[in-house]
């Protein structure tokens, strides 16, 4: 079985800073597109960032220039830093990822974890 647990969330005051993970474990083979999703309250989930296994990325244009995704393929770890947070980036944040694994292939998503700036 296949879990993916974020960590990183909390408060922080507009203009601040945060960096989520997101590790994958589990009888893992291999694990193609990972991505960051958000949910705010009273909106539709919205893609923020997502990467494939081979580094190309893709943003939200909301978060163009202000959030930075990485991953370490060795350790199955997915990273979203993020810089100049606004109150409008207050949401949870859930990743997920495109994984080949002992069932097979089928995406997989964590739990999320909640961010919120606000003064």
């Known amino acids: 079985q296949v879990q993916l647990v974020e960590s990183g969330g909390g408060l922080v005051q507009p203009g601040g800073s945060l960096r989520l993970s997101c590790a994958a474990s589990?009888?893992?083979?291999?694990?193609?597109?990972m991505g960051w999703y958000r949910q705010a309250p009273g909106k539709e989930r919205e893609l923020v960032a997502s990467?494939?296994?081979?580094?190309?990325?893709n943003y939200a244009d909301s978060v163009k220039g202000r959030f930075t995704i990485s991953r370490d393929n060795a350790k199955n770890t997915v990273f979203l830093q993020m810089n100049s947070l606004k109150p409008e980036d207050t949401a949870v944040y859930c990743c997920?990822?495109?994984?080949?694994?002992?069932?097979?292939?089928?995406?997989?998503w964590g739990q999320g974890t909640q961010v919120t700036v606000s003064s």
């Open positions: 997920n990822a495109d994984v080949w694994a002992a069932p097979g292939r089928r995406t997989y």
């Open positions: 589990g009888s893992i083979y291999r694990i193609y597109n």
């Open positions: 990467i494939t296994r081979g580094g190309d990325t």
